[in-house]
């Protein structure tokens, strides 16, 4: 089965590296790779696209829409919980592929039992990170973030908050990414190093009008895995210490 960012979770599951916990509060569970956190930044769709062979083309295979998707931005992972997943558009996901809106009785007892709608994609799984400014009034702000999963190509794509600078996020992430791969205990050779370090002195992607912009990662591992290669702690507590100057 494919890795979907996008589930269905209830406080009391198993922590995991895969997937995300919740607390009986419906907050996000923290690890100690997480580290410095930003956010919630705020989304108000988000849709999981598989790469379809037989086609050709990408199909959706799970979204939800009209909502308020809360988003943190951490040292591991871009993790994202949403409680009231039921409203506007609805769910649509799982195994049965159910549309399931406001009225549905299903949802309404599983609002009562405490369950949130969450996701993460660990850095470590990313092999882009593309963005979308907004152009004009009927532009939006965009994020798109490309991995693998049993050796198909997917990707999650959130609608953001309007007064978020996409552009910004995804180069912030882009080097959360390369900072995360350099700190984890699975070791680079000559040439992936060197296309992590030419990735950061690239800068900031301009995006160009009509595409994406993009940033692209040398190597990265199938979504669901690599919790082997995880540092002892956040990259930031993780980095070398300067030595002390005793003069």
């Given at each position: 089965?494919?890795?979907?960012?996008?589930?269905?979770?209830?406080?009391?599951?198993?922590?995991?590296?895969?997937?995300?916990?919740?607390?009986?509060?419906?907050?996000?569970?923290?690890?100690?790779?997480?580290?410095?956190?930003?956010?919630?930044?705020?989304?108000?769709?988000?849709?999981?696209?598989?790469?379809?062979?037989?086609?050709s083309q990408f199909r959706k295979i799970a979204s939800v829409e009209d909502v308020r998707i809360d988003c943190y931005v951490t040292e591991?992972?871009?993790?994202?919980?949403?409680?009231?997943?039921?409203?506007?558009?609805?769910?649509?996901?799982?195994?049965?592929?159910?549309?399931?809106?406001?009225?549905?009785?299903?949802?309404?007892?599983?609002?009562?039992?405490?369950?949130?709608?969450?996701?993460?994609?660990?850095?470590?799984?990313?092999?882009?990170?593309?963005?979308?400014?907004?152009?004009?009034?009927?532009?939006?702000?965009?994020?798109?973030?490309?991995?693998?999963?049993?050796?198909?190509?997917?990707?999650?794509?959130?609608?953001?908050?309007?007064?978020?600078?996409?552009?910004?996020?995804?180069?912030?992430?882009?080097?959360?990414?390369?900072?995360?791969?350099?700190?984890?205990?699975?070791?680079?050779?000559s040439e992936e190093a060197e296309a992590f370090e030419r990735l950061l002195a690239a800068g900031r992607v301009i995006q160009e009008k009509g595409t994406m912009g993009k940033y692209e990662f040398p190597t990265s591992?199938?979504?669901?895995?690599?919790?082997?290669?995880?540092?002892?702690?956040?990259?930031?507590?993780?980095?070398?210490?300067?030595?002390?100057?005793?003069?």
């Amino acid at each position: 089965m494919v890795y979907s960012p996008l589930t269905v979770t209830e406080p009391g599951e198993p922590e995991s590296f895969a997937y995300p916990s919740i607390t009986e509060d419906l907050n996000l569970v923290w690890d100690g790779l997480d580290g410095d956190i930003i956010g919630p930044i705020h989304a108000s769709a988000a849709s999981v696209h598989l790469y379809d062979n037989n086609r050709s083309q990408f199909r959706k295979i799970a979204s939800v829409e009209d909502v308020r998707i809360d988003c943190y931005v951490t040292e591991s992972r871009f993790a994202m919980i949403c409680e009231k997943y039921d409203k506007g558009g609805g769910w649509i996901g799982g195994g049965a592929a159910l549309v399931l809106n406001a009225g549905s009785k299903i949802l309404a007892a599983n609002r009562r039992r405490g369950k949130a709608l969450t996701g993460h994609l660990r850095y470590a799984w990313l092999r882009q990170i593309l963005f979308q400014r907004k152009e004009g009034f009927l532009g939006m702000e965009a994020l798109r973030f490309v991995y693998q999963s049993e050796g198909a190509q997917m990707y999650l794509q959130l609608t953001l908050d309007k007064t978020t600078d996409s552009a910004a996020l995804a180069h912030e992430l882009m080097e959360r990414t390369v900072a995360y791969r350099k700190a984890d205990t699975d070791p680079f050779d000559s040439e992936e190093a060197e296309a992590f370090e030419r990735l950061l002195a690239a800068g900031r992607v301009i995006q160009e009008k009509g595409t994406m912009g993009k940033y692209e990662f040398p190597t990265s591992w199938p979504a669901g895995s690599a919790a082997q290669f995880a540092p002892p702690a956040a990259p930031s507590k993780n980095a070398p210490q300067e030595p002390e100057n005793r003069n």
